[in-house]
């Protein structure tokens, strides 16, 4: 078990320009969830998977972005036409569904920057 | 609908002495609750999590945290900070309905020599 992993760690685009971010979660987890953290903000969630059944989408989530989980496993997050606001934090977790309250485990995030 | 409010955006304590971090939760059933710590260019990492079993939960590196109901808090507490304490808590609520975590907005934690 290496952990969920995220690819690249930092991005740095000109505006209008597409970016695709990857996630790598841990191997036996059935969830995926992603979510954009700007500074001095806690995680905000964007959408998440279980298997490839992408399952929920948050509001936050424009028509510029998409997301895949195409086998169940990796993911990727698509931001096309990228605004300068889309600079945050992008953090990836994964899970195992469970009956109690399951536990995330996060990536160690992608930092884009819009310039 | 669930929401976390983390009281102080920064909270600074001389090393050895007590760490207390409150988080309240609003939630229309019990929730799940969770603390989570960030250092700095890194993910989110699990310190302790309540899920309707005991109410005094004890996590990772110290940290323990009592979920009250009649408060609607779930705050962190340590006895005596570290220096490595340093670092952002978040805390987070989860409904047992729906999968879908909420976060607070962090609370920066300054540990003073």
């Known amino acids: 078990d290496t952990g969920v992993s995220q690819d690249p760690r930092h991005k740095i685009t000109k505006r209008g320009q597409n970016v695709t971010f990857r996630c790598d979660p841990i191997?036996?987890?059935?969830?995926l969830y992603w979510y954009r953290q700007t500074l001095g903000q806690g995680p905000e969630f964007l959408t998440y998977?279980?298997?490839?059944?992408?399952?929920?989408k948050s509001r936050l989530l424009s028509d510029r972005f998409s997301a895949e989980r195409p086998k169940g496993s990796f993911s990727t997050l698509e931001i096309q036409r990228t605004e300068q606001g889309d600079s945050a934090m992008y953090l990836c977790?994964?899970?195992?569904?469970?009956?109690?309250?399951?536990?995330?485990?996060f990536g160690p995030g992608t930092r884009l920057l819009v310039l | 609908a669930q929401s976390v409010t983390q009281l102080g955006s920064h909270v600074s304590v001389s090393e050895g002495a007590l760490v207390l971090l409150r988080c309240n939760y609003s939630?229309?059933?019990?929730?799940?609750l969770f603390w989570y710590v960030q250092y700095p260019n890194q993910g989110l990492q699990l310190l302790l999590k309540?899920?309707?079993?005991?109410?005094l939960v004890k996590g990772i590196n110290g940290f323990e945290a009592e979920f009250k109901k009649s408060e609607t808090s779930f705050h962190l507490t340590k006895p005596s900070a570290h220096m490595s304490d340093a670092a952002e808590y978040f805390c987070?609520?989860?409904?047992?309905?729906?999968?879908?975590?909420?976060f607070g907005s962090g609370t920066k934690l300054n540990v003073k020599p």
């Open positions: 977790a994964s899970s195992l569904a469970s009956q109690g309250g399951e536990t995330q485990y």
């Open positions: 191997s036996e987890h059935n969830r």
């Open positions: 998977f279980q298997n490839e059944a992408q399952l929920e």
């Open positions: 939630s229309s059933v019990p929730p799940y």
């Open positions: 309540y899920t309707s079993a005991a109410t």
């Open positions: 987070a609520v989860k409904s047992p309905n729906f999968n879908k975590f909420y």
